[in-house]
Structures are given as C-alpha cells and as structure tokens.
Nanobody
Framework: QLQLVESGGGLVQSGGSLRLSCEVSGSTLDYYAIGWFRQIPGKERKGISCISSSGGSTYYTDSVKGRFTISRDSAKNTVYLQLNNLRPEDTGVYYC????????????????????WGPGTQVTVSS
C-alpha cells in the first residue's frame, strides 16, 4: 500500500518561503505522477501543481506560476514543492497525492485522477 506524508508547513510572513516535502513509501516513486493540492477553509480542494512520473513535465495553476516550484528526488522517494513570495491567500492545507501513471509525461489537476493521499500539512501566511 502506497503511503504519502507531507511535511514542511508552518507559519510564515507574507513574502516568505517554505519548502514542502511529500515522502512516498510502499513503492518506488518512479511509477507515479504526483500532484499538490490546496484546500482553503470553506472551499473545495484544488490542484496547484503536478509533476509527471518521469519528472520531465511540470504544471502549475496560474495563481502560483512563477512563485512555486515542484521537483522530485527518486533516490529519496520524495517530491518537493518550493513556495516563494507567499501571500495570505496561499493559506490552507496542502496535500500531495499519487497517481499510478499511464503516461510518463502527463499529470493532472483533477483530484479524481489520484488514488493515494497524504494527511496534509498546514501553511499559514500572515499579512
């Protein structure tokens, strides 16, 4: 059974940075595309970034382009999300999720594509 655990969340001032980690266990990371999702209180969970199983394709939602960077380290079975220039509207619970890849160059923002989820990590950005 694949397991994912997020870490790296916390409280940061506007303009600050955090690096989130998503550690995968139970299988090799190379078989999975990984997505990062954010849930703001009172709103539905939304995809913000994803990386293909090969690592060759990355995608970002418009609100985080140029500020967030996704990467993967197969040796550590870990995917990272670097959050720079954080804004108060970035506050929320951040989840990583794994999708057993059908293509090594694709990943998706729809949470319906993902089979395995971590418990989430809270990011709070103060103004």
């Amino acid at each position: 059974q694949l397991q994912l655990v997020e870490s790296g969340g916390g409280l940061v001032q506007s303009g600050g940075s955090l690096r989130l980690s998503c550690e995968v266990s139970g299988s090799t990371l190379d078989y999975y595309a990984i997505g990062w999702f954010r849930q703001i209180p009172g709103k539905e969970r939304k995809g913000i970034s994803c990386i293909s199983s090969s690592g060759g394709s990355t995608y970002y939602t418009d609100s985080v382009k140029g500020r967030f960077t996704i990467s993967r380290d197969s040796a550590k079975n870990t995917v990272y999300l670097q959050l720079n220039n954080l804004r108060p509207e970035d506050t929320g619970v951040y989840y990583c999720a794994a999708d057993l890849a059908k293509s090594n160059s694709a990943c998706f923002f729809s949470d319906l594509e993902y089979d395995y989820w971590g418990p989430g990590t809270q990011v709070t950005v103060s103004s």
